[in-house]
C-alpha cells in the first residue's frame, strides 16, 4: 500500500516536471510568445501607416510633376512664338532701316557726299541714329518708324528673355520634383522592405505559439491520463489488498455464468468486448525499447476477461508490473497471461474451460489506460498470440 503511495506520488511530480519543462521550452511562454505577437502586430501597423503617409506625399508629387511638366509645354510655346516674333521684327527693323537708306541716298544725291559716306559707313542702326542726330535734313518721319522698329525688336528680345527665364526656373523646379520623387520612392522600397521582415517574424512567431500550445495540450492531455491511471491504479490497489485480507481471494466480483468462446481457433478471443486493439505482438513503443511480449485490448474498465482455451490457473492475483494478473497453462509448454484487471474471478489451482470468465478490464500496474495485455508463452518464450487465434 504505501509503495503504490509512492509511485503515484513520484507520477504526479514527474507528470508536473514534465508539464513545466514543455511549456518554458528554449525559455519562451506562450504568453511571452503572444505578447511578441501583439508588438510584432503593432510594429507592421505603424510602419504600413507610415508607409501610407509617404505613399500620399509621393502621389502629391507627382501631381505636381504633371502640373509643372504642362506648364514647361506652355512655356515652350510661348518662347517659339515669341523667337517666330522676334525675327519678325527684326525684318521690318531691317527693311525700314534699308528703305530709309534709300531715300537719305537719293535726297543727298549729288549733294553732301561727305555726311553721305559717314551714312553708308554706319556699323549698325545705333550707330547709325547717332550719326543722324546730326543730319538735320533726315526726314522725321523716318527717324521715328526706325525707332519704333528698334524698340519693338527690343520689347521682343526682353519677353523672350524673361520667357526664358521663367523656363528656367520651371526646369528647376521639375528637377527638384523628379528627385523628390526618387526619395520618396527609395523611403516607400525601404518601409516594404521593414514590412516584410516584420512579417516574417510574425510568421515564425506565430509557428512558435502553435507550437508552444500544441505541447502544452500534449502535457496537460498526458496529464490527466496519467492522474486517471494513477487514480485507478490505487483504486484497484486497495480493493486487491482489502478482499485479499478478507478471503485469501483477488476477487470482488462474482464472475458471469456461461462460457464466451469466439472464433474457431484452438483460442478464443480472451476479450471480445474491446474497443480496439491498442498494441500488437513485436511492436516497439515510444516508451519501451524491448518489443511487446503480448497484444494489448483496449476496453472500458469492467468488461470482462475469459479463458483463451481449457487449463489451470497457475497464478491470480497482484504483481507490481502486472497488476492484477491471471496465468493459466494450457499443458505442452503452452501459457497464457491476462495483465492489468480491475479484479479478477479465479484463483491459482482452479480448473478454468475455454471461454470462462477469469477476470475484468482495468489498468493496474504498468499501464496507463484500461486494456487487456493478453500474453502467450511456449516453453517460456512469448510468442505471436494470433497463431492460435
Ligand atoms: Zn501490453
Known sequence: MKRRMRKVTA???????????????????????????????SQKSA????KDTLAVKLNSIIDQMNKTQEEL????????????????????????????KKRIKFMYEGGNTQFLEILMSSSNIGDLLNKAEYVSKLSSYDRDM??????????????????????EKLNTLQTSLVSQQ??????????????????????????????????AEEAKRLQEEQAAAAAAAAAAAKKNNSTSSSNGSSS???????????????FTHPCPGMTYQSSYFGEVRSFDPRPHKGNDYAAPTGTPTYAAAAGTVITAGWSNSAGNWV??????????????????????????????????????????????????????TPVNPNNYM
Open 327 to 380: 496465468v493459466i497453462s494450457h499443458g505442452n509448454g503452452l501459457v497464457t497471461k491476462y495483465m492489468h484487471h480491475s479484479s479478477i474471478c479465479v484463483s491459482a489451482g482452479q480448473r478454468v474451460e475455454k471461454g470462462q470468465q477469469i477476470g475484468y478490464v482495468g489498468s493496474t500496474g504498468y499501464s496507463t489506460g484500461a486494456h487487456l495485455h493478453f500474453q502467450v508463452e511456449l516453453n517460456g
Open 252 to 266: 470482488s466480483r462474482p464472475a458471469s455464468s456461461g462460457n464466451v468462446v469466439s472464433g474457431s481457433g484452438y
Open 47 to 50: 510602419a504600413q501607416a507610415e
Open 11 to 41: 507520477l504526479v511530480l514527474s507528470v508536473g516536471m514534465m508539464l513545466s519543462m514543455t511549456i518554458t521550452s528554449g525559455a519562451v511562454t506562450i504568453d511571452e510568445a503572444q505578447k511578441k505577437a501583439d508588438e510584432l502586430q
Open 182 to 215: 526618387t526619395e520618396a520612392q527609395n523611403l516607400i522600397s525601404s518601409k516594404e522592405a521593414q514590412i516584410a521582415e516584420i512579417q516574417d517574424q510574425i510568421t515564425d512567431n506565430a509557428n512558435l505559439l502553435a507550437d508552444l500550445k500544441a505541447k
Open 146 to 167: 526706325l525707332v519704333a522698329f528698334q524698340e519693338t525688336v527690343k520689347a521682343v528680345e526682353e519677353k523672350e528673355a524673361k520667357l526664358k527665364d521663367e523656363y
Open 73 to 100: 509645354s506652355a512655356k515652350e510655346t510661348e518662347i517659339s512664338t515669341a523667337e517666330e516674333e522676334l525675327v519678325q521684327a527684326k525684318v521690318d527693323e531691317d527693311d525700314q532701316y534699308n528703305s530709309m
